[in-house]
Every structure is written in C-alpha cells, then in structure tokens.
C-alpha cells in the first residue's frame, strides 16, 4: 500500500511516500522517503530576474520587476473572478453640510489652493496649464513625480498642443523627443500591409518630459507633494477638504482625480464594479535589432491563439527606442472580457517570447533584452464618467476619455487638455462647481462610445461560431477601404478620432468591397451591440450637424447670456465638436 501526500512548503512541493517494507512478530517497521522538488521558474521569470531595475515611476507600465508583474498579476486575478455588480468599497470621498471653518482643521493645514491634482505622472500636466491661467494649484503624488523610462509613442501633432496651452515650449518639445522615425506600418498578417506618414512616429522620454513640465510648474508658483497619498476627501459647502496619509491636511476648492484606472474615487463612484472590457499589454525594450528604421502602428495576428485557457486574438505594436540605434520596443496585445479562464499577463508573456522572433525576424538568443513592460487597461461602455460628487472631477484615464481601443491615455490628454484646462478655469472663475456643472466638462461623446463596437469586433469569442481568422480579415478590408477614401479618412482613424463622414464612407466601401463579411460581423457583435451602437452612429451624426450649422447661430449670441447658462452653452458646443471628431485638424 502506498500512500501519496502533496504539502506546500514555501513555493515547494513536498512529496512523503510511505510504503510498508518488512512484515514480522506483529510489527511493521516503516521507512519514509521525502523528495522535495522545485516547480521550475517560467522563462519570462528567468529574463525578468536577469534585469537591473532601477527606481520605478508611477502610473501605467512604470514598473518593471517580475515582483511587480506578479502584484498586477494579481490584481487582475481579482478582478477576473469577482461576481458581477456592485462590491462593498471604501469610501474615500463625503459630504458634509456647512462650511470648512466651522469643523477644526487642527494645524497640520499645508494650504489652501484653487485646484488640488491627485495623481502627478499626468495629472502634472493639466496643473501646468492652469497654473499658467493663475490659479493657485497644488499636486499629490503618492511616489515621486517623475515620468518612466520607456517611451511614449505619440504624433508631432498631439504634442504641439502641449504649446498651445502653455505646458511645453517648441524648444523643450525637441528636447524630450528620444526618437523620430517613418514609415509606418498597419500590417494584416498573410494579407498585406498599409504603409502611412507621421503616425506616431516619435518617441518621447517620460522622465525628460515630466521633470521638464514639473520644473514648469513649480517655476508658475505649483506646489508638489510628493511620496504622500490620499486617505479621504471631505466636501464642505464652500472646499474639498483632503486628509493625507502623512496626516497633513490639504484643503481646495476643487479636487482632480488623476490617479489613473485604479482611482480609489473611481473605484467608490463605480461601486467595485469589474470593467465591461479589458486591454492586455505586454513587451519589452531589446538591444540587437539591424533592421530598425520603421515602425508597426497596428500589426494583427492571422487568426485567434490559445493562451493559457483563452482563445485570445492577439496585435503587436513596433518602435524604434530611443536608447540606441539597435534598440526597439515591441507590444503585444489583446482586448478581453474580465472572466476566470482570461490569460494571465504572464501567460501572455510566455506566448510573447514564442511569436516575438517570428514577427520581428530575429532570435531571441540575439537579443539583450533591456526591460519587460507589461499593464492592464480597463474599458467601460458609459464613458467618460460624469462626476458624482461636489468639487471633484476625474481626469486622465479616471474619466474614461480615452478610446477603448487605445491603451495608455497620453494622446487623448494632449487632444483635451486645453478644452478642460479652460473649462475648469471657468468653473473656478463663475464657483460653478457643483456635480451638474462638472459634469458638463466630461459630457457624454458619441464619437467615443461608438468606438466600443471596435473593441468587441477585435475580441476573440471563446465560442468560435466565426471564422479564426476573422478579425484579421475585418482590419485589413477596413483599412484598405480607408486607404482607398484617402488621408481625410485613414488618418484621423489611426489617431483614435472617429467622425461620421469617414465612418459611413468607411462602412458603405466595406459592404460594397466585402459583403459576405457581414453576417460574420453580427455573430461576433451579437444584436444588442449592434443596436446599442446605431444609436450612438445616430448621434454621431446628430452631433456633427450640430456643430457645423448650429454651433455658429448660438455662438454668436454667447456673451449676453448669464455666467451660468454661457458656462453650460460652452460645454455643450465644445461637446457638440469634440463628441464628433471635428476637433480634430489635419
């Protein structure tokens, strides 16, 4: 008889095998066998752990050690298998009737500002520019405000709006750029690729980039407080007032959240709801690349691929770095829904090694990996978020403003930093800072819902009543159709602006060029979907009439209306045109 015990001793498994081995007089003299086994690292521990990381930053892919991927890892786990619907969370944020002055604020008071930002790594840039409009402005950061290593990708063009509202000159602009670079590419695997201009085509250092807008800020009169985080937020008749974990207290007439897509206030807003979607981000910075002069604005894969328990449909993303002309950075990603059989980001690391070489033709043996970078990225249908308390906006990624099919919020900050920075700049001006009033400045934008459809379209179906290799197709019919409507279609498109003349031109050449894809299209969407976003294409529509024809009637007669309703116009013609992609210029 044999007996087999399994006991877990600190990450080993401990095997006792016990096997009667002599019989005699009644007794039995037992011998017990113990063998202890390691469960072999993965290969992306092993490269993960040969890294030298140095000091981490805040905010999305700060962070590079195989410890901190397996604290995301994680968080995700979590979220995955939490039940659907609201959870009990904290509750950062209350109101209290009356004013500040009647409760102590006992002396740990640091000041009083205008505006306080929670969440510097890009909140720092919206502080910048109402800094420079006069405020007095403050900034919390629970680490210390500094940008990452790795670059962000982003277009001449986004960047050029950090001047226009007094955030960067042209001058420190060139500054921080690490890397230029052209063409670019939006390939379709096996079915040919469409090469464009100027997409994100430079590379930007964070670390130059943020401590360039933060010497700014100070130099305007900005306070920092760095490696110090929010406990709570009291909402007073006339202040937020904001207790930190140092136990200094900090008091403002308006709060910003900018603590990203794991906001404690966001988390207490949504009630601990999962996220309806979620971007899955892994890659890494490599030495050892010859051919490096281009970039992959969009790579897809043919057909979907079991990781782990998923069928996942999985998309690359290539750029030069700006560490050294060999050096390259290459992103694998894919949207998900939050379920218990998602792949970890581990597991997608795992895949990453395996199809890496491949799409890159090289071997991994030639490379020197420099660092691994890796995020989640949180999508929900009703977004951006209207602001559910007094004095408190979100911003950033908080607010949901970005594109579902985008991950990382840097591009959409630069597009409505000045739309915002003036807007709030207005409400501080007329105390226009009640729920209602804040909520006009992340008003509900067509353009924006109507891109879910994208991110569903782009998921794998874990039941695969469609063709493997149908997202792939859908793309590449897409964008040729869009290449063929010319750069007033294809480029806004590339840059996460939708509008309704390209998008009705865009889906009637796909129906004329492809039409046998349609009923594909409906077993990948399912009906609702569809439903739900005709309503949005509706408005979509509705929004760019009213802004080419109305805009111009009712902005005339602006100045004679009371602060209140001017405010309120305001925000809804700057809703009207931004909600329809006329914002956007070529």
């Not at 409009?133 to 290593?149: S, W």
């Not at 009630?271 to 281009?294: I, Q, T, W, Y």
């Not at 920075?421 to 800072?433: P, R």
């Amino acid at each position: 008889m044999v007996v087999l015990q399994i006991q877990q001793l600190n990450g080993f498994a401990s095997y006792a095998s016990r096997a009667r081995t002599s019989r005699g007089r009644g007794r039995a003299s037992t011998t017990v066998c113990v063998v202890q086994t390691q469960v072999a690292p993965s290969r992306t521990q092993r490269i993960m752990e040969k890294i030298a990381v140095g000091g981490e930053a805040g905010g999305a892919g700060g962070a590079y050690s195989y410890n901190a991927l397996k604290r995301l890892d994680n968080i995700w786990s979590n979220i995955c298998t939490q039940p659907k619907g609201p959870q009990e969370t904290q509750q950062i944020v209350s109101r209290v009737s009356g004013f500040s002055q009647d409760y102590a604020m006992e002396n740990n008071l640091v000041g009083t500002f205008d505006i306080a930002v929670c969440g510097g790594t890009l909140g720092i840039f919206l502080a910048t520019a109402l800094c420079a409009k006069g405020l007095r402005v403050a900034v919390v950061e629970r680490n210390a405000l500094k940008g990452r290593d790795q670059e962000w990708n982003i277009s001449r063009k986004e960047m050029k709006e950090l001047t226009e509202v007094g955030v960067l000159t042209e001058e420190e602009i060139e500054e921080v750029i690490a890397a230029k670079f052209n063409p670019n590419r939006c390939g379709f695997e096996n079915l040919g690729d469409i090469w464009v201009e100027d997409i994100l085509n430079l590379g930007v250092s964070p670390a130059k980039l943020v401590e360039t807008v933060k010497q700014r800020f100070i130099s305007l009169g900005g306070v920092i407080l760095e490696d110090c985080s929010l406990s709570s937020i009291t909402i007073y008749d006339d202040l937020a007032v904001m207790q930190l974990s140092k136990g200094d207290i900090l008091s403002s007439r308006l709060v910003i959240d900018a603590m990203g897509n794991f906001s404690p206030i966001l988390k207490q807003i949504k009630g601990g709801r999962k996220p309806d979607g979620m971007c899955l981000v892994v890659g890494s910075c490599a030495h050892g690349f010859k051919e490096n002069s281009s970039s992959d604005v969009i790579y897809s894969s043919s057909s979907v691929t079991k990781v782990a328990d998923a069928n996942v449909q999985l998309f690359w993303e290539a750029f030069p770095a700006g560490s050294g002309p060999l050096d390259r950075t290459t992103y694998m990603f894919t949207y998900t829904e939050p379920q218990s059989t998602s792949p970890s980001l581990e597991d997608l690391l795992e895949e990453y090694w395996k199809l890496m070489p491949k799409y890159q033709g090289v071997s991994l043996d030639e490379l020197e990996i420099l660092r691994v970078v890796y995020g989640i990225f949180p999508t929900y249908r009703n977004s951006p978020l209207q602001a559910a308390f007094d004095r408190v906006l979100q911003f950033g990624d908080a607010s949901g403003i970005q594109s579902p099919v985008s991950f990382g919020g840097f591009g959409s900050l630069t597009r409505h930093l000045g739309r915002l920075s003036n807007g709030i700049c207005e409400a501080i001006d007329g105390d226009l800072l009640d729920s209602d009033s804040l909520s006009k400045l992340n008003p509900y934008m067509p353009n924006l819902s109507a891109s879910w459809l994208f991110q569903r379209a782009m998921s794998a179906k874990q039941k695969l009543d469609v063709s493997p290799s149908f997202t792939n197709e859908l793309l590449h019919v897409n964008f040729s159709c869009m290449q063929r409507l010319g750069d007033p279609v294809l480029r806004p498109f590339l840059q996460d602006v939708i509008q309704f003349g390209p998008l009705a031109k865009t889906l009637g050449l796909v129906m004329l060029t492809k039409p046998q894809i349609i009923p594909s299209i409906f077993r990948q969407v399912g009906i609702p979907v569809l439903l739900d976003w005709s309503v949005h294409f509706f408005m979509l529509g509705l929004y760019t009439f009213l802004s080419a024809y109305i805009d111009p009637v009712i902005r005339s007669s602006l100045e004679e209306l009371p602060l209140q309703t001017k405010f309120q116009w305001k925000r809804r013609l700057e809703a009207w045109k931004y909600g329809a992609g006329l914002d956007y210029e070529l």
